[in-house]
C-alpha cells in the first residue's frame, strides 16, 4: 500500500494515443501534469523557455512564442543542440512537476504524462506506468497525417525513444488504443480501478 497520492505514469511513442488515454482519465477527476504544456507555456514569450530557446536558437524565438517548425529544423540539423536546451528546461519543468503534485495531494491519483518517461528514469520516483500503445503501421499513419510532420522527422523523433517493445515490457498496466473509443474507455476504466485496488 502506497501513501496516496498514487503517482502514476502516462507514457508511450509519438501517435500511439497517449494524449487521448490522459485525456480520458482527467474526466475521472484526478488532475494530470503534461509535459508537452509545461513546455509549450514555457515557450511563450516573457518566459525562461522563450530566453532559453533565444540564447541556443535565436531565430526560433522572435515572436511571440517559440516557433517550434524553427526549432524542429534547427534540431534536425544540430542534434547536439538538444542536449544544451534539455540542460536547462529540464530543472525547470521538474520544478513545476513538483509544485503541480503539491497542489493536489489530496487526490488519490496523480496522473503524469511523460513522453520519455523511460529515457529520462521517472519510472524510479513514480509508482506505477501506463503504457499506451498501437500497432506500428497504426502509429506511423497517425503521426504523417499530422500537419508538418515529415517521415524524415518522425524517424528523428523514435530514434530518441525507446522502441515500443521495450517500452510495453516496463509497464505496469498497458492501453491499446488500435480500438473502437468505447472500448478504450473502457479499458481506462479498468486500468483505474485496478491502481486504486492495488496501490491505495
Known amino acids: 500500500m502506497i501513501k496516496q497520492p498514487v503517482k502514476v505514469g502516462v507514457t508511450g511513442s509519438i501517435g500511439m494515443g497517449k494524449t487521448t488515454v490522459a485525456l480520458e482519465i482527467s474526466k475521472h477527476d484526478y488532475p494530470v501534469w503534461n509535459s508537452d504544456e ?64 503539491l497542489e493536489h495531494l489530496n487526490k488519490k491519483l496523480v496522473i503524469f504524462d511523460i513522453p520519455l518517461l523511460f529515457e ?47 517500452k510495453v515490457k516496463k509497464a505496469d498496466f498497458v492501453i491499446n488504443t488500435n480500438c473502437d473509443y468505447d472500448v478504450m474507455v473502457t479499458t481506462v476504466h479498468s486500468v483505474l480501478e485496478s491502481i486504486i485496488n492495488d496501490y491505495t
Open 38 to 101: 509545461v513546455v509549450h507555456q514555457l515557450y511563450n514569450r516573457g518566459k525562461l523557455g522563450y530566453s532559453i530557446i533565444k540564447k541556443i536558437i535565436p531565430e526560433a524565438a522572435v515572436g511571440l512564442c517559440v516557433d517550434r517548425v524553427i526549432l524542429s529544423q534547427k534540431l534536425l540539423k544540430f542534434p547536439d543542440l538538444i542536449k544544451k536546451i534539455e540542460d536547462e528546461i529540464h530543472p525547470v519543468v521538474n520544478e513545476n512537476q513538483k509544485s503541480f503534485l
Open 120 to 166: 529520462t528514469n521517472c519510472e524510479e520516483w513514480l509508482d506505477c506506468v501506463i503504457v499506451v500503445t498501437a500497432p506500428v503501421l497504426v502509429q506511423k499513419k497517425r503521426v504523417l497525417s499530422r500537419r508538418g510532420m515529415t517521415a524524415e522527422k518522425l524517424s528523428f523523433i523514435l530514434s530518441r525513444q525507446i522502441s515500443n517493445t521495450k
